[in-house]
């Protein structure tokens, strides 16, 4: 009897577990697509039951093209998760991003704070901490010293342009794609480690460094959406058993490379000659107002390529793309420069400040970035109170967020022709162009939270836009084919192959 017994429990609990699992998956079904306060909202079957879908179209590496599309077919409102919308909304925008705002950052960047570094500016989510992060180092990204820092730009500049006039007189192709990225990447180290990476000098990528750190991109965006985030790979075991295996760690590869960078400077006997980013650095102070640790040192360090070098390259690709696409802009702008030069009399590089002279060359600057921001992934944060979208609840504490890419490109902000390179949407009357600037999401917005590297890239992105299309003339090897554009939170343009004409004006020989 009592085996019998023994037996119908024992069965009893094989047969009980899985009809459990089942009503409980039914029910988070039906509450997921039928109760959920999102539920009201249109989006992707799949993305009402669970984050899948969403997950899967980031590891695709389209969201770029797949989020604008997204709202096209659903509306400015679109649910990609179970508890997260993607919005594309003036007021949102506002609420969410602009100066005032209450709204905080997600739990997902979490995944940005590096292990082995001080508190990261990016990740930081207590808005009085980022607020002391920031503040500390604001004058090394401010707007006079990037202009003080010119020179050191402008070196790397040389060097590229000289290269580059090298290849067109031998009739070579060249990848812009990778220059631009030699050029960033180069400036971010003249600016934030003393000298320049090599990668310019050397044609090459330096140590594998934008691979790894484009990698490494790929992995965070993309694990901050799972439990556990990046913990998976950065925590002691997993670190001691790839050291076991002899697997490459970067993140400790580039921690120690930069460190050494860092004990370099600190020991030169002509630290104080070089006033770059670096210097600011370690000048920091502490909470307590004694200097800073070397791993806070270490983390703006590291800040430096995270908010210099793709942000400028990403807007360098897109300027010269949309030209290359659009012929008659390409011949306005250039007799632009061109009669600049001339009028001016102009024998030396033309500076940041200069081009701002430039109406036609400010707008297409402006309107290439618009159209091809470098952020492709939602900006995340909490909704600070209940709000109002297209006459549909949200409540607080939902996951919103609204991607550069999609919002720059919303029609009842920019208009019917918001997909379409247009420049002179930035040569109208002012109080138009102020309400555009207001919405204009490429740097994050205009609040706390905007990137803080935005001086560099507009600042290198001028200066090298005004030299290039002075010194050569360029096209696309396949029009039809023109780049790759992997989007894996920066929206990154690969295999850039253009065939470019040497001009003038580089001390011809």
């Given at each position: 009897?009592?085996?019998?017994?023994?037996?119908?429990?024992?069965?009893?609990?094989?047969?009980?577990?899985?009809?459990t699992?089942?009503?409980?998956?039914?029910?988070?079904?039906?509450?997921r697509?039928?109760?959920?306060?999102?539920?009201?909202?249109?989006?992707?079957?799949?993305a009402?039951?669970?984050?899948?879908?969403?997950?899967?179209?980031y590891?695709?590496?389209?969201?770029?093209?797949?989020?604008?599309?997204?709202?096209?077919?659903?509306?400015?409102?679109?649910?990609?998760?179970?508890?997260?919308?993607?919005?594309?909304?003036?007021?949102a925008?506002?609420?969410?991003?602009?100066?005032?705002?209450?709204?905080?950052?997600?739990d997902?960047?979490?995944?940005?704070?590096a292990?082995?570094?001080?508190?990261?500016?990016?990740?930081?989510?207590d808005?009085?901490?980022?607020?002391y992060?920031?503040?500390?180092?604001?004058?090394?990204?401010?707007?006079?010293?990037?202009?003080?820092?010119?020179d050191?730009?402008?070196?790397c500049?040389?060097?590229?342009?000289?290269?580059?006039?090298k290849?067109?007189?031998?009739g070579?192709?060249?990848?812009?794609?990778?220059?631009?990225?030699?050029?960033?990447?180069?400036?971010?180290?003249?600016?934030?480690?003393?000298a320049?990476?090599?990668?310019?000098?050397?044609?090459?990528?330096?140590?594998?460094?934008?691979?790894?750190?484009?990698?490494?991109?790929?992995?965070?965006?993309?694990?901050?959406?799972?439990?556990?985030?990046?913990?998976?790979?950065?925590?002691?075991?997993?670190?001691?058993?790839?050291?076991?295996?002899?697997?490459?760690?970067?993140?400790?590869?580039?921690?120690?490379?930069?460190?050494?960078?860092?004990?370099?400077?600190?020991?030169?006997e002509?630290?104080e000659?070089?006033?770059?980013?670096?210097?600011?650095?370690?000048?920091?102070?502490?909470?307590?107002?004694?200097?800073a640790?070397?791993?806070?040192?270490?983390?703006?360090?590291?800040?430096?390529?995270?908010?210099?070098?793709?942000t400028?390259?990403?807007?360098?690709?897109?300027?010269l793309?949309?030209?290359?696409?659009?012929?008659?802009?390409?011949?306005?702008?250039?007799?632009?420069?061109d009669?600049?030069?001339?009028?001016?009399g102009?024998?030396?590089?033309?500076?940041?400040?200069?081009?701002?002279?430039?109406?036609?060359?400010?707008?297409?600057?402006?309107?290439?970035?618009?159209?091809?921001?470098?952020?492709?992934?939602?900006l995340?944060?909490?909704?600070?109170?209940?709000?109002?979208?297209?006459?549909?609840?949200?409540?607080?504490?939902?996951?919103?967020?609204?991607?550069?890419?999609?919002?720059?490109?919303?029609?009842?902000?920019?208009?019917?022709?918001?997909?379409?390179?247009n420049?002179?949407?930035?040569?109208?009357?002012?109080?138009?162009?102020?309400?555009?600037?207001?919405?204009?999401l490429?740097?994050?917005?205009?609040?706390?939270?905007?990137?803080?590297g935005?001086?560099?890239?507009?600042?290198?992105?001028?200066?090298?836009?005004?030299?290039?299309?002075?010194?050569f003339?360029?096209?696309?090897?396949?029009?039809?084919?023109?780049?790759?554009?992997?989007?894996?939170?920066?929206?990154?343009?690969?295999?850039?192959?253009?065939?470019?004409?040497y001009?003038?004006?580089?001390?011809?020989?």
């Amino acid at each position: 009897m009592s085996s019998l017994l023994e037996n119908i429990t024992s069965d009893s609990i094989y047969l009980t577990l899985p009809a459990t699992l089942l009503v409980a998956a039914v029910g988070i079904i039906f509450y997921r697509l039928s109760l959920h306060p999102l539920a009201h909202f249109p989006g992707p079957f799949e993305a009402k039951l669970s984050g899948s879908w969403r997950n899967r179209h980031y590891w695709q590496g389209q969201w770029h093209e797949d989020v604008v599309q997204l709202h096209k077919k659903y509306g400015p409102a679109v649910r990609i998760a179970p508890n997260e919308l993607s919005l594309v909304d003036a007021d949102a925008l506002r609420l969410l991003y602009n100066h005032g705002t209450k709204a905080v950052k997600t739990d997902w960047y979490w995944v940005w704070q590096a292990p082995n570094a001080g508190p990261a500016l990016f990740s930081a989510l207590d808005k009085n901490i980022h607020a002391y992060l920031r503040k500390r180092v604001s004058a090394a990204y401010s707007m006079s010293s990037m202009l003080k820092y010119e020179d050191y730009m402008q070196e790397c500049l040389d060097l590229m342009l000289q290269k580059l006039k090298k290849h067109a007189k031998a009739g070579n192709e060249v990848d812009m794609a990778k220059w631009a990225g030699y050029l960033a990447f180069d400036t971010v180290g003249s600016l934030g480690y003393g000298a320049p990476l090599g990668m310019l000098e050397t044609e090459s990528d330096v140590m594998a460094l934008q691979e790894n750190i484009h990698q490494g991109f790929t992995l965070m965006s993309n694990m901050g959406h799972y439990w556990g985030q990046a913990r998976w790979l950065t925590n002691p075991y997993t670190m001691k058993m790839m050291e076991i295996l002899g697997v490459p760690n970067f993140f400790d590869m580039f921690d120690k490379w930069t460190m050494k960078k860092l004990e370099a400077r600190k020991q030169s006997e002509n630290k104080e000659e070089r006033l770059d980013m670096l210097s600011h650095f370690l000048k920091m102070k502490a909470p307590d107002g004694g200097p800073a640790d070397d791993k806070d040192v270490l983390m703006e360090a590291l800040n430096v390529i995270g908010a210099g070098a793709d942000t400028t390259s990403i807007a360098m690709r897109a300027c010269l793309y949309y030209l290359c696409k659009t012929p008659d802009a390409y011949r306005r702008i250039q007799q632009e420069i061109d009669e600049y030069y001339r009028s001016k009399g102009l024998r030396q590089p033309i500076t940041y400040q200069q081009t701002l002279e430039l109406p036609f060359f400010c707008a297409v600057t402006r309107e290439a970035t618009r159209l091809f921001p470098s952020i492709g992934y939602q900006l995340l944060r909490y909704a600070p109170a209940d709000m109002i979208v297209e006459g549909k609840r949200i409540p607080i504490g939902t996951v919103l967020g609204m991607s550069p890419t999609a919002a720059n490109r919303d029609p009842q902000v920019w208009g019917e022709d918001a997909d379409e390179f247009n420049p002179s949407r930035w040569l109208s009357d002012e109080d138009k162009v102020r309400h555009l600037n207001t919405h204009d999401l490429t740097f994050g917005g205009t609040g706390p939270r905007t990137c803080i590297g935005r001086n560099i890239a507009l600042i290198e992105l001028h200066k090298f836009l005004a030299q290039f299309l002075h010194h050569f003339d360029a096209e696309f090897v396949d029009p039809e084919k023109p780049w790759r554009v992997q989007c894996m939170f920066f929206s990154n343009q690969h295999d850039m192959h253009m065939r470019i004409k040497y001009r003038n004006g580089l001390g011809d020989d």
